[in-house]
């Protein structure tokens, strides 16, 4: 009987394509999860960075009669601020704020009717949700000192009897401007703020019985000029102590400005 002949198996030189398909199609999927999670939407993102200064007030008015920025139903302005306030409480605000800044410059017409009006001791001024009183330092202050002026205690008690009736946020901010303090007592400009602004919060908390729990007092040095430090008078006004009234939503505000 004649043996079966046992032909050798046909081997396979093509199995390496195998892992090599696989190998290629993890990559593919790699590369377009890691596309897909890097690519950035540039036009909403341009509308996030739109919001953001628009909030924060970077440029313009912020909030204030404008049309929102994303699409929905419409919101009273883009600020965080004013999220829930109408259009009859913020004329309301606008109102009352107004009526504190005439009302405090009427109480000190009699004080600073004799001062030059180039030089004013005191200027009133409604900024958004808040009214300031900015108070010359060349008026108040001896030079590089921190001590009120005898002379101007009665000003600044006409001014805080005022704000004291008022029950809001008072801050109490101190400016100079970019020349160096010549006072040994102070290291810097941001020492001779501080002092400034600490030195009329204390005077308005003790004269005038105002909570301290409303009080705020801070020194800004020379890094927030009016006007730019190029001129004797532009120094002038830059030196300043600034009594900044917070309104807020929610205030009751009848009896403001009356």
Known sequence: MAKKQHH?????????LVSYADFITLLFAFFVVMYSVSRVDNKRMQQVVRAIKF????K???GVGELPIFEGP???????ANVGDSAGARMEREHAIEGVRRKLEKRLRDFLQH?????PAVVVEAEGRNVIVRLSAAHFFDPSQAAIRPQMIPVLDAIASEL??????????GHTDDAPTTSPRFRDNWELSTSRAAAVASYVQRAHQIDGRLLGAAGYAATRPLVPNDSAAGRRA???????????TGDKLEVIGK
Do not use: D, K, Q, T
């Open 55 to 58: 909030a924060m007030h970077f």
């Open 164 to 173: 004291a009736v008022m029950r809001r946020p008072l801050r109490i901010e």
């Open 8 to 16: 050798e198996e046909h081997e396979n030189h093509e199995r390496w």
């Open 74 to 80: 419409p919101s009273e302005g883009g600020c965080v």
């Open 60 to 62: 313009g008015s912020g």
């Open 115 to 119: 001062r030059p009006s180039a030089n």
């Open 238 to 248: 830059n030196r300043r102590v600034e009594m900044v009234v917070e309104m807020r």
